[in-house]
């Protein structure tokens, strides 16, 4: 299979830079500034057509990304993919400067965007070839339909590890407009429906960029410390459970009301959160656990102190209702100041707060 592929990527590779560089040659035998600027857009256009086509018939195959996966080039992957992005938005420049009339600026972004493109379709196609990959050519309706649906998964997954106040959700909101706009231009817009995918998936590769830059700051320490902290917060449930049963709430009624048969089963799962995210490898695991013990420990906090005071003031007592969400404030499960939900996560976790 390894020299079937390295056909395809040779033939890829050098398909792309002769239609690129024979296009580029007859520019600039064109007359006129003008003539040879739009000349060059276009070429620009239909290279990153045809990356961005590469990309998508990739993302649709799980057996490909998973190949690559497991050659070590997820990482590599993803960051030609934002580089690519880097490409279009030159496309869009240089279409800019012809609309001002600005050739010289039209060529020299187009000319950047054709360079980018070069670099990412070779990496891809190494990529490719080094994790024994072999890619075909077409793309039908059901193929993008696939795509999209594949992409709109990878944008929920993600929405899952990012805290609806930072400005990198926005990206993901945008993603997910970008594929309602694919699918309602399929199946008559095959052209539109491919752009507005490959604008989707830019954005969802710049959202795991960023992701992964995050998860530098995770290292094995900070790790154990949070679910040293998860650890204490579970013991404080179990002491405010204790305070309610003293006053007569009924808290596996409660807890049955949250999905949960009694506080054994509870405190089970609580632990089974904290050791998944100390037992994970891979980061976006590590990430989505964390995340989730988060979301546990304010969601029942809140329900519990909300409860408890609705209680206290049908049996005509008063107090305190026991919360700790101030407390947690930093803890990094916290409220305000968390790295898990709250307006200033980049002190604490940094995908969790507004950046």
């Known amino acids: 299979m390894k020299k079937q592929t390295k056909r395809f990527v040779s033939i890829a590779a050098i398909a792309l830079l002769l239609v690129s560089l024979g296009s580029i040659a007859a520019v600039w035998g064109q007359p006129t500034l003008e003539t040879r600027a739009n000349r060059i857009v276009e070429v620009a256009v239909e290279a990153s057509e045809r990356v ?23 990482e590599a992957y993803e960051k030609n993919i934002t580089l690519y992005g880097e490409g279009v938005e030159k496309v869009e420049d240089a279409n800019e400067c012809l609309a001002d009339f600005d050739y010289e600026g039209a060529i020299d972004n187009a000319t950047e965007a054709l360079s980018i493109f070069r670099e990412v379709y070779r990496s891809i196609n190494y990529i490719l070839y080094n994790s024994d990959v072999k890619v075909g050519q077409f793309l039908d309706v059901e193929d993008l339909e696939a795509a999209i649906e594949r992409s709109k998964e990878r944008v929920n997954e993600l929405k899952d590890l990012i805290s609806v106040d930072s400005s990198i959700y926005e990206k993901l909101l945008d993603a997910e407009s970008y594929l309602t706009q694919a699918l309602e231009y399929l199946p008559d817009n095959i052209d ?28 094995p320490q900070r790790i154990r410390d949070y679910c040293e902290g998860a650890y204490q917060y579970r013991e404080r449930f179990r002491y405010r459970f204790e305070q309610a049963e003293t006053e007569g709430f009924d808290v596996d009624g409660f807890l049955k009301g949250h999905g949960y048969q009694n506080e054994d089963e509870f405190m089970a799962r609580f632990q089974e959160m904290i050791q998944n995210a100390e037992g994970a490898e891979d980061i976006e695991d590590v990430l989505y656990d964390l995340e989730e013990i988060g979301r546990l420990i304010r969601g029942m906090d809140q329900n519990l102190t909300q409860e408890m005071g609705r209680y206290r003031a049908q049996h005509g007592q008063t107090g305190s209702t026991g919360g700790f969400g101030q407390e947690a404030t930093g803890s990094g499960y916290g409220q305000e100041g968390s790295g898990y939900g709250g307006s200033g996560g980049s002190g604490q976790m940094g995908f969790g707060g507004s950046q």
Do not use: F, P, R, W
Not at 192 to 219: F, P, R, T
């Open 52 to 74: 961005g086509d590469l990309i998508i018939l990739i993302d649709l195959n799980e057996t490909v990304e998973t190949m690559i996966d497991e050659a070590g080039y997820t």
């Open 192 to 219: 539109e429906a491919k752009a507005s995918l490959k604008d989707a998936n830019i954005l969802i590769s710049e959202v795991c960029q960023y992701l992964k830059e995050i998860a530098q700051e995770l290292n």
